[in-house]
């Protein structure tokens, strides 16, 4: 299960995120926010990144204007690895370096096509299992 979360700003990006994971059978649960209607971020960050430390959704997309703030917020929770991607490269080494849990997009700075780019390479990258990334992600742990 895909946690999806926005503020006002990622509100029409995500909308189109939703047809995209809809056109591949991937079931998601949507946390909001629910229009262009201005919100605080943080919220719907940390719905998104409690939903997946309490074993409810497996990954999360978390869209705001930057990308920056949602990430931010979504990285306060113990367990959380938020990755703000704007290419496919970061999104790929992202999972295989830093088993990141979340991506977080920048609805101002990409487009709706790069976004799901960016998102098939980082649902369909699995963590390298390498145990010096995995030493470095325990000690962000600690
Ligand atoms: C909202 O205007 C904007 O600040 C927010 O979407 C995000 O870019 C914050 O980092």
Not at 17 to 46: I, N, Q, W
């Amino acid at each position: 299960m895909i946690a999806l979360g926005c503020d006002h700003g990622g509100y029409e990006l995500k909308q189109e995120v939703k047809k995209y994971l809809e056109s591949k059978g991937l079931e998601y649960k949507d946390f909001g926010c629910d229009s262009s209607a201005s919100v605080d971020y943080p919220e719907y960050a940390r719905k998104v990144a409690y939903s997946i430390v309490n074993g409810e959704c497996d990954k999360g997309i978390l869209i705001c204007g930057t990308g920056i703030g949602i990430s931010i917020a979504a990285n306060k929770v113990k367990g959380i690895r938020a990755a703000l991607c704007s290419d496919c490269f970061s999104a790929e080494a992202t999972r295989l370096h830093n088993d990141a849990n979340i991506v977080a997009l920048g609805a101002r700075v990409i487009g709706p096509g790069l976004a799901v780019k960016i998102i098939d390479t980082f649902l369909n990258t699995p963590f390298s299992g390498e145990e010096r990334h995995q030493r470095r992600i325990n000690l962000i742990e600690e």
